[in-house]
Protein backbone atom coordinates (compact mmCIF):
# COMPACT_ATOMS: atom_id res chain seq x y z
CA UNK A 1 0.00 0.00 0.00
CA UNK A 2 0.93 3.63 -1.16
CA UNK A 3 2.16 6.08 1.81
CA UNK A 4 -0.63 8.65 2.06
CA UNK A 5 0.28 12.23 0.33
CA UNK A 6 -1.33 15.68 0.19
CA UNK A 7 -1.88 16.55 -3.52
CA UNK A 8 -3.27 20.07 -4.14
CA UNK A 9 -6.29 20.03 -6.22
CA UNK A 10 -6.84 23.85 -6.03
CA UNK A 11 -4.82 27.02 -6.27
CA UNK A 12 -4.86 30.89 -6.38
CA UNK A 13 -2.56 31.70 -8.50
CA UNK A 14 0.42 29.82 -6.85
CA UNK A 15 -0.98 29.72 -3.26
CA UNK A 16 -2.70 25.83 -2.81
CA UNK A 17 -5.92 26.60 -1.24
CA UNK A 18 -7.14 23.32 -1.46
CA UNK A 19 -5.58 19.65 -1.12
CA UNK A 20 -6.77 16.25 -1.13
CA UNK A 21 -5.34 12.88 0.77
CA UNK A 22 -3.90 10.87 -2.33
CA UNK A 23 -5.49 7.83 -0.78
CA UNK A 24 -8.99 9.18 0.92
CA UNK A 25 -10.03 10.99 -2.35
CA UNK A 26 -13.05 12.07 -0.46
CA UNK A 27 -10.94 13.90 2.23
CA UNK A 28 -9.84 17.60 1.52
CA UNK A 29 -8.72 20.47 3.74
CA UNK A 30 -9.13 23.46 2.74
CA UNK A 31 -6.93 26.73 3.99
CA UNK A 32 -8.71 30.07 5.13
CA UNK A 33 -6.99 33.40 4.74
CA UNK A 34 -6.38 35.13 8.69
CA UNK A 35 -5.95 38.68 6.24
CA UNK A 36 -6.83 40.45 4.50
CA UNK A 37 -4.60 38.78 1.56
CA UNK A 38 -3.53 35.17 1.53
CA UNK A 39 -0.01 34.14 2.50
CA UNK A 40 1.60 31.46 0.76
CA UNK A 41 3.38 30.20 3.77
CA UNK A 42 0.49 31.02 5.81
CA UNK A 43 -1.87 28.25 3.38
CA UNK A 44 0.81 25.81 3.03
CA UNK A 45 1.28 25.69 6.74
CA UNK A 46 -2.35 24.99 7.20
CA UNK A 47 -2.62 22.35 4.07
CA UNK A 48 0.26 20.33 6.16
CA UNK A 49 -1.18 20.49 9.83
CA UNK A 50 -4.43 19.58 8.35
CA UNK A 51 -3.15 16.62 6.46
CA UNK A 52 -0.63 15.42 9.83
CA UNK A 53 -3.94 15.47 11.97
CA UNK A 54 -5.15 13.45 9.09
CA UNK A 55 -2.27 10.80 9.29
CA UNK A 56 -2.44 10.19 12.89
CA UNK A 57 -5.95 10.04 13.06
CA UNK A 58 -6.64 8.02 10.04
CA UNK A 59 -3.70 6.40 9.01
CA UNK A 60 -1.89 5.17 12.01
CA UNK A 61 0.72 2.90 10.68
CA UNK A 62 1.90 5.73 8.09
CA UNK A 63 2.76 8.41 10.16
Do not use: G, Y
Not at 24 to 51: G, I, N, V, W, Y
Not at 53 to 61: C, G, N
Amino acid sequence: MKNPTLRVTKWLANIPVEACCSTCPDKCFKAASTQHRPELLDFQQQLMRAFERHLVLEHKSAA
